[in-house]
């Protein structure tokens, strides 16, 4: 049997490939974690998927040895994916007994196809497998596996959606620490893949409920193409996420703090009183030098309730906790520059000293308040003079 390669089966290798490399990195990485072993799962569970088409496409379905490969991991993904999320937005993570239950389904599905599997491997030839495949309702067990495959993706996508939109909001009212992850990378990924799926979902409608074979491979060359994008973007981002796990006991204490903090607070609001503590706080006191400052702190200082200074926050101050913080620190590393007395200090040095705690955020930050890079900022004014 001769074959040749198509550009589809090198993106989708070249993907595989990625992921196999970075699953090798994490089992190997001094840097242990159960977020760090739910990407290396993950990881390798695309890189299985992925070799599902390589098997029709390159005509490995057709050898004996991998007709009817037990690669049932359709619905394995979805569970994945969210655990992961997971992960990434709790203070601690640890693996429990009743995540097992996420994985009940892709396991039955699984164990079918070991099933069918055995039962074909000691017969002669295609046919003979064929035959005794459907003897084992092989291919309605695909068709119900992939009908439960998109309906458990936009339900895990949802689950996981909900849970990064929340962390987010509570990252942004509540806590000003730069080493935190945003997490926006995840948010615009699940955006991205849950149009996808949804698209999916109503293309294939046709042919996985109501039987009609009417849909096009050109959908699924989308699918793994996309596949293999999210397997590398996935790799990089995961394996060099920064870690915040140092900062998990402050996060435990302020937590009830937050909940009540994005609770409206009652109707008698002295709101000009905090608003003119709050700028006593910053701009007197300098209380966003410190760098794990959060709302807590802040309320406690000026001595108001949590969910009132919150309040006061959005509504007086047009923007949120964190942005309000990070703005006074890009003005004071502003203000350092021009100063001689910093001279000695470097930049970053002297962003460190204003409250930032990384290089990557400092500069995005940075950026994001002043429309240009700190370098750029210094060209302007060391000009004037």
Known sequence: MHYSLTLFDLVVLAGMGQGLIYVIAICFSRQKSAGRTLLAMLLLT????????????????????????????????????????????????????KMLNHFILPGLFMLHAIVVYVKTMGQQ????????????WYNPVKRAEDIAALLTALIYWF??????????????????DTAIPELLWLKNLLVVTGLLVLSLALSSLPQNILGVRSFSFIYTQVFYLYLAFLTCFLAFKGYWLETWAGRQRTLAENE??????????????????????????????????????????????????????????????????????????VNEVKERLKNPAYANLTLMGIALDCGFNSEASFYRIFRQHYGDSPKNYMKSFQKDF
């Open 125 to 136: 030839g295609n046919v003979l497998k064929d035959a005794v495949a459907q003897g084992l």
């Open 159 to 176: 689950m996981a959606f909900k849970r990064i939109r929340v962390y987010r909001r509570w990252l942004f009212e509540s806590q000003s």
């Open 256 to 329: 009830m703090s937050v909940e009540a903090a994005i609770k409206p607070p009652s109707k008698d609001v002295p709101y000009a009183s905090i608003q003119a503590a709050i700028k006593k706080a910053l701009e007197e006191q300098k209380v966003y030098l410190d760098p794990e400052l959060n709302l807590q702190q802040l309320a406690a200082v000026i001595a108001y309730p949590v969910a009132q200074v919150s309040a006061t926050v959005n509504q007086h101050f047009a923007q949120n906790f964190r942005n309000l913080i990070n703005g006074y620190r």
């Open 46 to 97: 695309l890189v299985l998927l992925s070799f599902k088409i390589l098997l029709h496409t390159m005509g490995f379905w057709e050898y004996p040895a991998f007709r009817y490969f037990p690669l049932a991991i359709d619905c394995l993904v979805q569970p994945l994916i969210y655990l992961y999320a997971c992960s990434l937005t709790s203070k601690v993570f640890r693996f429990r007994s």
